[in-house]
């Protein structure tokens, strides 16, 4: 279920109250609300799309799919050959991807009975859906609020500029201070994220000297 703007707000202020650092993120940052994207095997196979590739070239390159093959499901998926997809834009790689996704595609009814931990591990399971994908697609088209994708360069740098540290930390010194976020971790990273926009804004190129 995609949470509400009520919702994110009390998480925020919850934060706000548990940690200092959040409570400054919470009091610099505008309210957003929640990102909502396609669920199950389409939501998935977008993201996959989406990796490595601006915004506008993963569109063109899903429509030309939608249009070459009538429906994006599946079945159409596994029916088509590689010189097919290849011309519609994706790599060898991504057509692996996509088509693995494909095959696992029964998982998506059951996700909703799953922890999250066990969804992470049952997507990540499939072949190239990492840790990052596996969240961020959880969080966005699953509407699940406890998960901070601690790989994500945009958190890091957030969560240094917030601090004022000079070096980003790593994904472990970031998952590591997330748990103190539960059961709040994708309202933190919203935060973050939102903190790294603004200050991206008024940043330069690299994200250490700020402007007034």
Request: proline content about 4%.
């Amino acid at each position: 279920m995609i949470p509400t703007d009520a919702e994110l707000e009390a998480g925020r202020l919850a934060l706000a109250r548990l940690d200092p650092l959040m409570a400054k993120a919470h009091a610099e940052v505008r309210p957003s609300t929640w990102v909502v994207r396609e669920r199950g095997f389409k939501g998935l196979v977008r993201q996959i799309i989406g990796q490595q590739v601006s915004v506008a070239a993963a569109d063109s390159i899903r429509r030309k799919m939608i249009d070459g093959l009538g429906m994006l499901t599946p079945e159409t998926i596994l029916a088509a050959d590689d010189v097919q997809l290849r011309g519609y834009g994706l790599s060898g790689q991504k057509i692996r991807y996509v088509r693995a996704i494909a095959e696992a595609a029964e998982l998506f009814e059951r996700l909703d009975s799953m922890s999250d931990e066990e969804a992470i591990a049952a997507l990540v399971a499939i072949k190239g859906v990492g840790r990052w994908t596996a969240e961020t697609y959880l969080m966005f088209s699953e509407g699940r609020l406890d998960f901070f994708p601690a790989g994500d360069i945009a958190l890091q740098e957030g969560y240094r500029l917030l601090v004022g540290w000079d070096a980003r930390p790593s994904e472990k010194v970031l998952y590591t201070r997330a748990e103190t976020w539960k059961p709040y971790r994708g309202i933190a990273a919203l935060l973050l994220w939102g903190y790294y926009m603004q200050a991206r804004g008024r940043a330069t190129e690299s994200g250490a000297v700020l402007s007034p």
